[in-house]
């Protein structure tokens, strides 16, 4: 019984050297002799790829040939040896792309060094490329740093910062920016603030509004209360301004008891008679129903020394 399988090589969409490396271990590992393999490379290869093999070979039969003619022959039609400078181009200028990882980068990169021709600087031209052809710019300062850095050296370090750099993102990705959590926090603070405060005075917080779940501007209670409350009427302009003259004083015409009135003792230039000031003076309004906050502004902006004489 065979170890393995080989299945029928696609002219279209297979490697043919990737084939011959398979179908060699193939031959390894069933101890297949020599004089074997071409037959079992016939019969493995299949219909479409033994119909090309035949017309590469003709006048000649495919059986006529080695195991390693056979291969050549099909290398040399499906995969013919490109320019060693076009290749060489093509590795300078590939550069890793967006969303690749740097192993892939890497694995890519092997993969055309093999046509490249490199030879002894195979891996110093491998090491370069990986350097100048990532896209991380601080990995790539990073390793400009290191000195005497090998290939090796170079990829283990690249592959290392990149993953510390995906776990760190995601962190940030899982907790939020540090802005984000600070202004988070801001407000949850200022919400258990506003709470806090308005159970100790037992009212509601003092908002000119809320929006309900689908974001509409609702009104409070309190608002509400206030728009349907009917309104009351104004009292005559002339009923309260006599209920604040019972209480302005007789002397000054300030909001005090008349009593205790410091301007009791001083002279009214108006009539000339001591006990008030003639801003009060029954003479000048016939009455004390004088507006208390005109008063007020009066005896603030008036000074007393020009205006009254105290009786000494």
Wanted: charged residues 25%.
């Amino acid at each position: 019984m065979s170890i393995g399988k080989i299945t029928e090589f696609k002219v279209q969409n297979d490697d043919w050297r990737l084939y011959v490396e398979r179908l060699e271990q193939y031959f390894l590992v069933n101890k297949i002799p020599d004089n074997l393999q071409v037959p079992t490379l016939i019969t493995v290869m299949g219909a479409e790829s033994y119909e090309l093999l035949v017309n590469l070979c003709t006048p000649e039969k495919p059986k006529s040939k080695t195991f390693t003619q056979i291969t050549e022959i099909m290398e040399k039609h499906l995969q013919p040896k490109p320019s060693e400078l076009a290749e060489r181009y093509k590795f300078r200028h590939r550069k890793q792309k967006e969303r690749e990882s740097i192993s892939e980068y890497t694995a890519v990169l092997k993969k055309m060094s093999k046509t490249c021709e490199f030879g002894a600087t195979l891996v110093e031209s491998l090491r370069d490329q990986l350097v100048c052809g990532i896209t991380n710019e601080n990995i790539r300062q990073r390793l400009f740093a290191e000195s005497k850095l090998d290939f090796g050296k170079a990829y283990n370090l690249a592959v290392s910062m990149e993953a510390a750099e995906k776990d760190a993102a995601e962190v940030v990705g899982h907790g939020g920016s540090a802005s984000e959590m600070a202004a988070a926090a801001s407000v949850t603070c200022q919400a258990m603030s506003t709470t806090w405060a308005s159970r100790r005075t037992g009212a509601a917080p003092a908002t000119r509004g809320g929006r309900d779940g689908g974001g509409v501007v609702r009104e409070t209670t309190a608002q509400t209360a206030r728009r349907r409350a009917p309104r009351t009427s104004a009292a005559p302009a002339a009923a309260r301004l006599g209920e604040r003259a019972q209480q302005q004083c007789q002397v000054c015409g300030a909001g005090h008891d008349a009593a205790t009135c410091k301007f009791a003792r001083y002279v009214c230039r108006v009539c000339n008679r001591p006990g008030h000031l003639r801003r009060v003076c029954p003479n000048v309004t016939g009455h004390f129903n004088v507006d208390i906050d005109q008063l007020k502004e009066e005896q603030e902006g008036e000074s007393t020394e020009s205006d009254e004489f105290q009786i000494l």
